[in-house]
């Protein structure tokens, strides 16, 4: 080997070591930033239930009256609070029903047959799905339509076969 030859050989080995000591800082920063982002969405998720408390609650407040309208008042604002750090964090609730039902998106509490809706089609929504930009933070909770199973009239191939052949098969 010249030295020449040496020479590149090194300035090759160091320049692949740049390269990837520049892949391992991008990657570790990227897991960083993901692992941030989970948690906090982890986080979020257990403020969910609350804020469906506080949608629940407002919805009976409406037809209330005097000071019960006034405190309502107060506790749409404080929602709006909330719904603004969810906004903030890219975090966005998801609409349901009339949608075909998704195991990514929907967790199905309920079944129900009918031939009113399509086979799939979510029809109810019992408690409202968050998402990120990246995961669902909890599923949408459902009740689901089904088509009903047909029961036809008619004997199956298997019922109909002739006694000769019943008895060669039980044999």
Known sequence: M???????????????ALAEQENMRKRIQKEKQEMVGFG???????????????????????????????????????LS?????LH????????????????????????????????????QEFTKGYKSQTRTIRPARVKVAKHPQTVSAEPSPEETIPEEEAAIKDE
């Open 40 to 78: 906090i969405e982890n986080a979020i998720s257990e403020f969910l239930p609350a804020i469906d408390n506080f949608e629940n609650a407002l919805r009976f407040a409406e037809s209330a009256e005097g000071s019960v309208k006034n405190w309502a008042t107060g506790f749409e604002m404080i």
């Open 88 to 123: 903030n964090h890219g975090i966005v609730s998801f609409h349901s029903e009339g949608n075909t039902f998704d195991p990514d998106y929907h967790d199905a509490v309920e079944i129900v047959e009918t031939t009113e809706h399509p086979d799939g089609t979510v029809i």
């Open 2 to 16: 010249t030295e020449e030859t040496i020479e590149e050989n090194w300035k090759d080995k160091y320049l692949r």
């Open 81 to 85: 609070q909330f719904k603004e750090v």
